[in-house]
């Protein structure tokens, strides 16, 4: 079983910067592709940023974020992350950790397995 704890949400002016982190545990974390996906109030869930090892160090972005969002990776401590930067009153949300056992990048939220309980992030002046 694969377990995953995020941290790092809070309340942020527009344009400040937020890092997110998801701790992993359960299994061999290089066999994984985990992403970060938001939810905001009355909307689905979309998918933000995912990463992945085996099959080559690739990672995809949202269009919404792309050049603002980095995720990275700490093998040796289990742990992605979700450096945030030039943040927008629109990415205001619930942003959740998610992974599954693949080497295949993924973007749907129904693709993947393992959730963390999210972390909220407001962007507001």
């Known amino acids: 079983q694969v377990q995953l704890v995020e941290s790092g949400g809070g309340l942020a002016r527009p344009g400040a910067s937020l890092r997110l982190s998801c701790a992993t545990s359960g299994r061999t974390f290089t066999n994984y592709v985990v992403a970060w996906f938001r939810q905001a109030p009355g909307q689905e869930r979309e998918f933000v940023a995912a990463?992945?090892?085996?099959?080559?160090?690739?990672?995809r972005y949202a269009d919404s974020v792309k050049g603002r969002f980095t995720i990275s990776r700490d093998n040796a401590e289990n742990t992605v992350y979700l450096q945030m930067n030039s943040l927008k009153p629109e990415d205001t949300a619930v942003y959740y950790c998610?992974?599954?056992?693949?080497?295949?990048?993924?973007?749907?939220?129904?693709?993947?397995?393992?959730w963390g309980q999210g972390t909220e992030v407001t962007v507001s002046s």
């Open positions: 990463s992945r090892l085996r099959g080559g160090d690739t990672t």
């Open positions: 998610a992974a599954r056992h693949t080497s295949i990048l993924r973007f749907g939220a129904d693709e993947y397995d393992h």
